[in-house]
């Protein structure tokens, strides 16, 4: 059979927040030497003009998508002016929502309506959850595998639905033990009481700048971070078990009004302060963990890109950023996710039914709440399991899958990335969280000063780097190009934006 270990392609998208030299969010646009958001390919923005958002392509070896995003970064700090890049997930010093600028496009008719979603995602959910970042991790198999892996399975027949039913049992693996990724790599235990503003919490103070838990690995994920805790209000949840269920159930949630969105109005004064009143404006206002992704053709719905051509890649967010490494992720990461990936495709995956779906979320919440407390328990199957026996589990049936990958690699690259994964369940002292706490405490610092900290660190480490010179080179061509391209849309505003959104929605 066509190797597992051959072929396949990683990517990478970081979210960094620009911030002022206080450590406040930058107030001042996307810098004009970065091109234009819209249509570079490689640096964009998020939900702020202020949350820049680095994009690496595919590579069939992830060091060269390290290698990618450490010059990508490179060029943005070469473009800032008394700002830097806020080193951890959780930002700091928000004076309220109003103080987070919305990310602008432009005047084209795709550039405005990427302003009122964002518009609306503050209405419906405020504007302080979207400027947490995160780091996503793209995955693919080799195209040349699926053929040889289908056989090995007795399958024959069109490649297709064999294809897209794998990805999605993949899909729901992640979920399954996706309460793992939290545990061993979330580096949010703590935040800024700035962020809560004046909102109630029962998270403890740690000092007077700073709420944390003191088990708590990753509250980005947890209940104040980046969920789907509007779930409960609005009923949605994506459906897992098929291609065609999932792409079903986020449709259903883009074509179905919601009352609680219909209070804030689309179009209000002439304005639109949302792109409509539906459970969800469009597929990417669904928060999940891991989604299958296709390359979208031009303006292409994400629904019917899926529909059409099928899974492409795997799109894991639940990656917090790394403080403790300049790009906010380390390679020994990437190994790890990537025998991950394998393991959970390798493995039976049964349809989630209800009782599961609870779990999963219980899971996941209780591993970002309090991950390293021993006394934690999760829920499989309808029985209780210590966090730290399941991960022993989990662990020790990935060692094959890693013997498979580094079968040709004499530094073990996966492997050694397992055995740090061994130490961190068996010592909690060693996963980022606690790292995170132990430092605060040790230098008598709250979050703020800590990712201040780390923060300079880090622009110490870029302002020292020399890139590749024909990288820099290519990302400055494509400033040039970007700028031009979004010329060009807004020269082809032929229709109204009501004529552009209606078309967009029509898409069948």
């Known amino acids: ?42 640096i964009t923005t998020d939900y702020s003009e202020a949350l820049a958002e680095l994009i690496t392509p595919p590579y069939p070896h992830l060091e060269e998508a390290m290698a990618f995003l450490r010059d990508t970064q490179k060029f943005v700090y070469d473009h800032l002016e008394d700002e830097y890049l806020w080193a951890t997930s959780m930002p700091c010093v928000l004076d309220g929502g109003d103080n ?34 995160g780091v996503h991790f793209n995955f693919s198999f080799d195209e040349a595998l699926w053929s ?5 399975n007795g399958g024959r027949g069109e490649l297709r639905p064999f294809v897209d039913a794998a ?17 061993l790599f979330g580096a949010s235990p703590a935040v800024c009481k700035s962020f809560l503003g004046n909102k109630h919490t029962e998270l403890e103070e740690f000092d007077r700048t700073t709420y944390y838990e003191p088990f708590a690995t990753s509250l980005r994920m947890g209940d104040i971070g980046y969920t789907n805790s509007k779930e409960k209000g609005v009923g949605i949840k994506a459906n897992y078990n098929s291609l065609d269920s999932y792409i079903d159930s986020l449709t259903h949630a883009i074509e179905t009004p919601c009352p609680m969105w219909q209070k804030i109005g689309v179009k209000v004064n002439g304005n639109y302060e949302q792109l409509n009143a539906n459970i969800l404006q469009i597929e990417n206002e669904y928060y999940s963990t891991v989604r299958p992704k296709q390359v979208l053709e031009g303006f292409e719905k994400p629904t019917l890109a899926l529909r059409r051509r099928g899974v492409r890649y795997i799109e894991l967010r639940s990656l917090d950023v790394n403080a403790f490494h300049p790009l906010g992720v380390s390679e020994q990461q990437l190994h790890f996710l990537r025998a991950f990936m394998t393991f959970c495709l390798l493995l039976e995956s049964p349809p989630i039914n209800v009782q599961e779906r609870s779990e999963i979320d219980q899971n996941i919440g209780g591993a970002a709440h309090r991950g390293r407390d021993p006394s934690l328990r999760l829920s499989r199957n309808g029985r209780e399991i210590a966090l730290r026996d399941w991960a022993r589990e989990l662990l020790q049936a990935m060692q094959p899958v ?13 492997g050694s990335a397992l055995e740090e994964q061994r130490a961190r369940v068996e010592d909690p002292e060693r996963t980022p969280s606690a790292r995170m706490l132990q430092e605060m405490r040790d230098r008598g610092e709250g979050f703020f000063h800590f ?19 024909e990288r ?17 849309l807004e020269a082809g505003n032929l229709d109204s ?11 069948s």
């Open 148 to 152: 040889d892996y289908q056989l090995f």
């Open 1 to 42: 059979m066509h190797s597992l270990a051959a072929g396949g392609n990683i990517g990478l998208e970081k979210e960094c927040l620009r911030v002022s030299e206080d450590g406040s969010i930058s107030q001042k646009p996307h810098p004009a030497g970065l091109g234009s958001a819209l249509t570079h390919p490689y």
């Open 451 to 469: 990712a201040k900290r780390k923060s300079l660190q880090h622009r110490d480490y870029f302002n020292g780097f020399v890139p590749s010179p």
């Open 167 to 183: 990805y999605l049992g993949l899909i729901r693996n992640l979920q399954r033990f996706g309460w793992l990724i939290p545990y």
């Open 497 to 507: 934006f009501d004529q552009f959104l209606e078309a967009y929605f029509a898409q």
């Open 472 to 488: 820099y080179r290519m990302l400055a061509d494509e400033v040039e190009r970007s700028i031009r391209l979004q010329r060009e």
């Open 402 to 414: 890693c013997e498979m990958l580094d079968r040709e690699c004499p530094e073990r690259p996966c």
């Open 100 to 133: 987070i600028p919305l990310a602008c496009y432009g005047t084209s008719h795709a550039g405005v309506m990427k302003n009122v979603y964002r518009r609306g995602l503050g209405h419906r959910y405020g504007r302080t959850m979207q400027v947490i970042a």
